[in-house]
């Protein structure tokens, strides 16, 4: 599920096609116009495009989302860039199955405004976290961290590159290991044995 330029999507297509992945893309799902749409047209990859403006509330969106991301059966549900809060009826279909990448080392510098914050707050540290996702905001048990240096000069964008260029690679390897491994919750702890 992704809203953005899908940078983080094309590294777990890239992983899935490499030979002997554990895992597939079945479906992309976006919530506007955006390239990671384009990804999914141009590898005849089955699209979803499901925009909260084309239903009376936020709650009749989320129960279709949740509807229409059933019909591809997904073992696992990705959120990789995607800008939308998901509600209660896309968690009691997926919760504990769909997992969030987040630009910023939770749980500091949570929300849609990680790389900012993060940069603006005077950090030296920051990094990327991918987690479950829970009915919080950037809220789920932690699978794994990544620290990502600040420099004096970083913008929000120099910096986000940066992050994201650990993220990609951070991302398909959780997703491989969850798909292979499974995950143990243990309260607010999550471990891929
Ligand atoms: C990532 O940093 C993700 O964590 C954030 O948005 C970015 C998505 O990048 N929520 P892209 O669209 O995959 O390039």
Do not use: Y
């Not at 989320?62 to 591809?72: C, K, Q």
């Not at 997992?99 to 900012?116: C, I």
């Amino acid at each position: 599920m992704a809203s953005g330029t899908g940078s983080l999507l094309e590294s777990l297509l890239a992983r899935s096609d490499q030979q002997h992945s554990p895992f597939e893309v079945t479906a992309i799902v976006v919530d506007r116009d955006c390239r990671a749409a384009d990804i999914a047209r141009d590898r005849a990859i089955p699209l979803l495009d499901c925009r909260v403006s084309e239903f009376a509330d936020r709650a009749a969106w989320d129960t279709a989302l949740a509807e229409r991301v059933a019909g591809f059966d997904p073992e696992w549900v990705v959120t990789a860039g995607f800008m939308k809060i998901l509600g209660p009826a896309f968690l009691s279909r997926f919760g504990g199955r769909i997992v969030n990448s987040h630009p910023a080392l939770l749980p500091s510098f949570p929300g849609p405004h990680g790389v900012a914050d993060a940069l603006a707050h005077g950090v030296k540290v920051t990094g990327t976290t991918v987690h479950l996702v829970d009915d919080g905001v950037d809220t789920g048990p932690i699978l794994a961290q990544e620290p990502v240096a600040v420099t004096p000069d970083d913008t929000e964008d120099t910096l986000h590159e940066r992050i994201k260029a650990v993220e990609r690679v951070l991302l398909a390897d959780v997703v491989t290991a969850l798909v292979t491994k499974g995950v143990v919750i243990d309260g607010r702890k999550a471990d891929i044995p």
